[in-house]
């Protein structure tokens, strides 16, 4: 693992850390969030050692966007199925004001996760424009709510089937769209998928070329370049 990578986990680290007790603080009490929490941070870091590819990056990614979801879920304690055991998670403390919740989004969302997808960046030794792309990519799924859907899809909420419980109306208003309601986080979701879709399938099959390309030039054990004057040399 190069310096670039480790800095970023160490400090995806720090911030897990911070996010885990900042909830616990909130919720008095730590019922199944720190189990949760140690599992989240477990898969979050088998992901960065995993990540050797483009491909490798875009299913990690993937994967974990399912991971946060439910430690998003195991944070907030709401809406939870009726057959989670009573007092397995507690919930949010949401009368201890809005600072609260919003220390929670910008440490995770705003320091914790990017940080993360940097170390995975680093990991897959991308060419810098393709390291770019995925990381704005995948930056754009958080955004864009892509999370907060597949958070009400796992608590029985799918897209298109069911409106959620408050109609996503608890998320901040971006890109002047007014208070948001499920169509609109359906539209805008979709985009920030679409987008990372494309910019994954461009990056991959780019990424997938240059290799092979690559295997075929020093095939013979010589550089190309070089050997094709000495083949002409000796017609």
Same mark, same amino acid.
């Given at each position: 693992?190069?310096?670039?990578?480790?800095?970023?986990?160490?400090?995806?680290?720090?911030?897990?850390?911070?996010?885990?007790? /900042?909830?616990?603080?909130?919720?008095?009490?730590?019922?199944?969030?720190?189990?949760?929490?140690?599992?989240?941070?477990?898969?979050?870091?088998?992901?960065?050692?995993?990540?050797?590819?483009?491909?490798?990056?875009?299913?990690?990614?993937?994967?974990? /966007?399912?991971?946060?979801?439910?430690?998003?879920?195991?944070?907030?304690?709401?809406?939870?199925?009726?057959?989670?055991?009573?007092?397995? /998670?507690?919930?949010?403390?949401?009368?201890?004001?809005?600072?609260?919740? %919003?220390?929670?989004?910008?440490?995770?969302?705003?320091?914790?996760?990017?940080?993360?997808? /940097?170390?995975?960046?680093?990991?897959?030794?991308?060419?810098?424009?393709?390291?770019?792309? %995925?990381?704005?990519?995948?930056?754009?799924?958080?955004?864009?709510?892509?999370?907060?859907?597949?958070?009400?899809?796992?608590?029985?909420?799918?897209?298109?089937?069911?409106?959620?419980?408050?109609?996503?109306?608890?998320?901040?208003?971006?890109?002047?769209?007014?208070?948001?309601?499920?169509?609109?986080?359906?539209?805008?979701?979709?985009?920030?998928?679409?987008?990372?879709?494309?910019?994954?399938?461009?990056?991959?099959?780019?990424?997938?070329?240059?290799?092979?390309?690559?295997?075929?030039?020093?095939?013979?054990?010589?550089?190309?370049?070089?050997?094709?004057?000495?083949?002409?040399?000796?017609?």
């Amino acid at each position: 693992m190069g310096p670039g990578a480790v800095a970023h986990l160490r400090n995806f680290a720090a911030c897990a850390i911070a996010v885990t007790v /900042l909830a616990i603080v909130n919720k008095g009490t730590m019922d199944l969030l720190l189990l949760i929490a140690v599992g989240w941070f477990a898969v979050s870091v088998i992901a960065v050692l995993r990540t050797r590819s483009a491909g490798s990056f875009v299913k990690w990614n993937g994967i974990l /966007l399912v991971v946060d979801a439910l430690f998003d879920i195991a944070v907030m304690g709401t809406h939870l199925p009726a057959w989670l055991p009573p007092g397995a /998670l507690s919930q949010w403390n949401f009368d201890s004001g809005q600072g609260w919740i %919003l220390a929670y989004w910008i440490v995770l969302w705003g320091v914790a996760l990017p940080n993360r997808t /940097l170390a995975m960046a680093d990991q897959a030794a991308l060419s810098p424009r393709a390291a770019i792309a %995925l990381v704005i990519a995948v930056i754009g799924l958080h955004v864009t709510f892509v999370e907060d859907v597949i958070y009400f899809t796992i608590l029985g909420y799918p897209p298109l089937v069911s409106v959620p419980p408050e109609n996503y109306a608890y998320l901040p208003q971006l890109f002047g769209l007014g208070v948001w309601t499920a169509p609109k986080v359906w539209v805008v979701s979709t985009i920030g998928l679409l987008i990372f879709i494309v910019t994954s399938v461009v990056v991959v099959t780019s990424s997938k070329r240059t290799t092979v390309f690559g295997r075929r030039r020093t095939s013979v054990g010589l550089p190309p370049r070089a050997a094709e004057p000495a083949s002409r040399e000796r017609r």
